[in-house]
């Protein structure tokens, strides 16, 4: 089994940035392909980005894609989520999870297991 801790979440103004770890415990899992995804109250669980084991292939939401990168460090067992120009519509909490494979392309929720208990980010306007 593994668990996924998220940190590096705060508050930021618009523009600015912020890097979101996910770092894994355990010896199961954690090199399987991983993914970031926000919630804010109200609404499902949006997907933000993805990576798979190498690293070779990173897959990004189209309201992202730009301005975030997903990267890792498979020997600090750590996902890293750079947001750069952050704005308020970006305000979430972030969760992280391992993917588990499908036919939704990394996108879909039911897709993934382990999810960590997210990181709130808050960019003010």
């Known amino acids: 089994q593994v668990q996924l801790v998220e940190s590096g979440g705060g508050l930021v103004q618009t523009g600015g940035s912020l890097k979101l770890s996910c770092v894994a415990s355990?010896?199961?899992?954690?090199?399987?392909?991983r993914g970031w995804f926000r919630r804010v109250p109200g609404k499902e669980r949006e997907f933000v980005a993805a990576?798979?084991?190498?690293?070779?292939?990173?897959y990004y939401s189209d309201s992202v894609k730009g301005r975030f990168t997903i990267s890792r460090d498979n020997a600090k067992k750590t996902v890293y989520l750079q947001m750069n120009s952050l704005k308020p519509e970006d305000t979430a909490v972030y969760y992280c999870?391992?993917?588990?494979?499908?036919?939704?392309?990394?996108?879909?929720?039911?897709?993934?297991?382990?999810w960590g208990q997210g990181t709130q980010v808050t960019v003010s306007s």
């Open positions: 999870a391992v993917y588990f494979g499908g036919s939704s392309g990394f996108t879909s929720i039911y897709e993934y297991r382990y």
């Open positions: 355990g010896r199961s899992f954690v090199n399987y392909p």
């Open positions: 990576i798979d084991w190498t690293a070779d292939n990173t």
